[in-house]
């Protein structure tokens, strides 16, 4: 019987100690840091609940709702986001990223721009800013955003990828080999580059025979659009 009445008094105390608005933020990012992303969104929204100017909480959630793939639920957080304060460039940036996510890349150029005012040391800003022009065919400006992110990160292979795209929309053949072959040194696994590196060898420089071998390398790296190529160009 004893054990019975402390069980009650004991449910009671838990009952009556509601999480402060903190310990719903931390749990929410614990949750968010482990990948429970569902779980993590109903912790932000009841940090929000008590608390509905919690900028951070909104800018958490919208990032959960990211990581599960529903970009216009994010977007909708950010914007809450930023609609309560629009000093920090991280719900610009997140917006941004969702909207690029969804090909939207004049919306997203905006953020990134917003993002970039805030704090122009943001690397990860310039890079996903280089995505979006070159999204948007602004290939120069592309450019000079991945040139940015490689003074401080000169091994960062992507960067040098996606700059050889841009400098490729920009009639730079030269340059774009130059991106490639950094490229390929720093990530042989990337079929992607192998196959741009092939087609301009050949194409625009008329180097059948470095051109196929590495055609063949990016086919044999799973890049299925090399097969025509190859085909085409590269038999005997």
């Not at 996606?162 to 774009?176: E, S």
Request: charged share 25%; net charge negative; hydrophobic share 40%.
């Amino acid at each position: 019987m004893k054990k019975q009445i402390y069980w009650l008094a004991f449910t009671a105390l838990i009952l009556s100690c509601s999480p402060s608005e903190q310990e719903l933020f931390d749990e929410g990012i614990k949750l968010l840091e482990a990948s429970q992303y569902q779980q993590s969104v109903s912790y932000f929204d009841r940090a929000i609940e008590k608390n509905p100017e919690n900028t951070s909480a909104l800018n958490a959630k919208g990032v959960a709702l990211f990581q599960q793939g529903k970009y216009d639920d994010a977007i909708t957080a950010f914007s809450e986001s930023i609609s309560k304060d629009s000093t920090s460039y991280k719900p610009f940036f997140n917006r941004g990223n969702a909207y690029l996510e969804k090909k939207m890349y004049k919306e997203s150029l905006l953020d990134y721009n917003m993002a970039n005012g805030l704090d122009s040391k943001q690397i990860d800003v310039h890079y996903n800013r280089g995505l979006a022009l070159l999204g948007l065919e602004e290939y120069e400006d592309a450019i000079f955003d991945f040139d940015i992110v490689l003074q401080s990160y000169p091994d960062q292979a992507l960067a040098h990828f996606n700059k050889a795209k841009a400098q490729l929309g920009n009639n730079d053949p030269v340059g774009a080999i130059e991106s490639l072959v950094n490229t390929v040194n720093l990530d042989n696994r990337n079929g992607a580059a192998y196959y741009l590196l092939g087609v301009t060898q050949m194409s625009a420089f008329g180097q059948k025979e470095d051109g196929c071998a590495n055609l063949k390398l990016s086919l044999n790296l799973g890049f299925a659009e090399a097969k025509s190529w190859i085909d085409d160009f590269c038999k005997e």
